[in-house]
């Protein structure tokens, strides 16, 4: 016989380098087209474009440790490991887009070389894990993750997370420091990548008591307690100094939550059946039926699943919940479950899939199971690839997040910018008094139409839209800046002094205010 099933791929090659090679080729494959990305103009243009000068100069970093985020006024979220490695891909290349889709790349390689690896740990059995890695690798629901650049906060959270499990299991097989620290390093960077990560010990102790209760003395356990304890306050500290006091709303985050929970079923049916995908979703225009009949299935199949451990699938479901409910905590009208936020969820989806018999037992060396599974793979890889050229530029992610989110203002407003920018103003109108109708309240909106009216020097209409902008957004500077110039430019300079000085009330770092006040002040004298 001069052809054998394993001939396909000889399993013995799992313990070696090759499904790591694999998993390399696999990504650019697929993602190679991204380096040829511009930016979205969706968050990436707040952290990377405006952020140049800053990222430019490594003399930034403390800075990196002592804001939020965005370096913004409201400080909330406080990421800077992910700012820092926006800088490093500035170092490198500058603010080119292609470098930073590159990282992106190469950090979701990482990531899914660590979820073969701790799956193949964690089941025992390489050959399923090294498949289920490969769809965690293509699946189109965690595009998002790689195509769009401010996407790799989960991607290079969800790798924190995972080398922080896999050496909390080392310190169970044998308790050395050398995987004591390790755990406490790898947990600290993820919680310096984004703030879900503190369910990472909750997750650990579960696993600990209940997964492999005979594990460790208990001076060993307490040790392990402590420890996690101990990084979360270093991080406490680091975040309170460099944000201030807590001053969450927490009765109307925990409302948040309450109205976002039906996206669990919206995300879980993505996860199985990926037709509803969305650069910007929005629960008026998602379906919960997908989700019903993904949940209503697996738990059938779970049920009538004699081999599956209780526990292992428990501990699935908690590391699903743990990490993706978080991110249903809003505190305002933003989107509230994009896509790449289900990239560390996954995992947990995964190790619950890993306990259904038909799948445990599905024999790898058979050519019709390669077959099969090498379809579905295929299959995904070509919707990801398809649904990844939405993430191309700033005009086609937003055309995508308008056609797919016909009810979000967000999208038809932002839409209008990108079609401003692209000099199409009859386009930009249209689509702002698109988002005016789905909520007369939607900041920027009026803002924007006045500057359209500005640029036609039609400056009573101008400033109609200005005043009306600051009716809902108060103390939003651009509005405040443009009453400014539109006051000063209708000779109005008394007038236009107090617009501009309030637009440094608002926003102390507004320097061209600075200098027109300074102009004005002094042509007044």
């Known amino acids: 016989m001069f052809f054998r099933p394993e001939h396909l791929w000889p399993w013995r090659s799992l313990r070696s380098w090759r499904p790591y090679f694999l998993i390399f080729f696999l990504a650019f494959l697929i993602y190679g087209q991204t380096l040829f990305f511009d930016f979205t103009y969706f968050d990436d243009q707040d952290l990377i474009i405006d952020k140049a000068a800053l990222l430019s100069d490594t003399g930034?970093?403390?800075?990196?440790?002592?804001s939020d985020a965005f370096f913004s006024v409201n400080k909330f979220y406080y990421r800077p490991l992910l700012n820092l490695s926006f800088m490093l891909d500035a170092q490198a290349a500058g603010i080119l887009a292609p470098a930073f889709h590159l990282d992106n790349i190469l950090i979701h390689v990482l990531a899914v070389a660590l979820v073969f690896y701790l799956l193949a740990r964690l089941t025992?059995?390489?050959?399923?894990a090294f498949w289920l890695s490969l769809i965690f690798l293509v699946h189109p629901v965690l595009a998002q993750a790689v195509a769009w650049l401010p996407g790799r906060n989960d991607s290079l959270l969800t790798f924190f997370v995972l080398a922080a499990f896999i050496s909390f299991l080392n310190f169970l097989e044998r308790p050395r420091l050398r995987s004591f620290l390790p755990y406490l390093l790898f947990l600290l960077a993820a919680l310096l990548t984004k703030e879900s990560a503190v369910g990472l010990p909750l997750l650990a102790i579960f696993y600990l008591f209940f997964v492999d209760r005979g594990a460790l003395e208990r001076s060993d356990r307490w040790l392990l307690v402590i420890g996690s304890a101990a990084a979360g306050f270093v991080w406490f500290l680091m975040r309170y100094f460099a944000l201030g006091g807590d001053a969450t709303d927490y009765p109307n985050a925990l409302l948040g939550l309450a109205r976002n929970l039906p996206a669990l079923l919206v995300q879980l049916g993505k996860l199985v059946l990926p037709v509803n995908l969305s650069v910007l979703p929005i629960l008026a225009d998602s379906s919960l039926v997908y989700g019903a009949v993904v949940l209503l299935a697996l738990l059938a199949v779970l049920w009538f699943s004699r081999e599956k451990s209780r526990t292992k699938v428990i501990f699935g479901a908690l590391w699903f919940l743990i990490f993706l409910l978080p991110s249903f905590i809003r505190l305002n009208t933003l989107p509230d479950f994009l896509e790449h936020r289900l990239y560390l969820s996954f995992f947990g989806f995964l190790l619950i899939i890993a306990e259904i018999d038909w799948?445990?037992?599905?024999?790898?060396?058979q050519r019709r199971v390669k077959i099969m599974v090498a379809a579905v793979i295929l299959i995904l890889s070509l919707v990801t690839v398809l649904h990844s050229r939405n993430f191309s530029d700033r005009l086609t992610f937003w055309r995508s997040a308008a056609a797919s989110s016909p009810h979000s203002p967000l999208a038809q407003r932002n839409l209008g910018v990108m079609y401003y920018f692209a000099g199409d103003r009859a386009a930009a109108t249209t689509y702002y008094a698109k988002a005016l109708e789905l909520n007369?309240?939607?900041?920027?909106v009026h803002n924007n139409l006045g500057v359209i009216y500005m640029d036609d020097n039609n400056l009573a209409l101008a400033e109609q839209e200005f005043r009306a902008e600051l009716a809902v957004n108060p103390d939003y500077d651009k509005?405040?800046?443009n009453l400014g110039e539109v006051s000063e430019r209708r000779g109005r300079f008394a007038e236009a002094i107090g617009w501009f000085?309030?637009?440094l009330r608002a926003n102390p770092a507004y320097e061209e205010a600075a200098q027109r006040l300074l102009i004005l002040q002094e042509k007044l004298r």
């Open 60 to 66: 930034n970093i403390g800075r990196i440790f002592t």
């Open 124 to 128: 025992g059995k390489r050959p399923l």
């Open 359 to 365: 799948i445990k037992s599905l024999d790898f060396s």
């Open 440 to 444: 007369p309240n939607e900041p920027m």
């Open 479 to 481: 509005a405040l800046f």
């Open 501 to 503: 000085a309030a637009t």
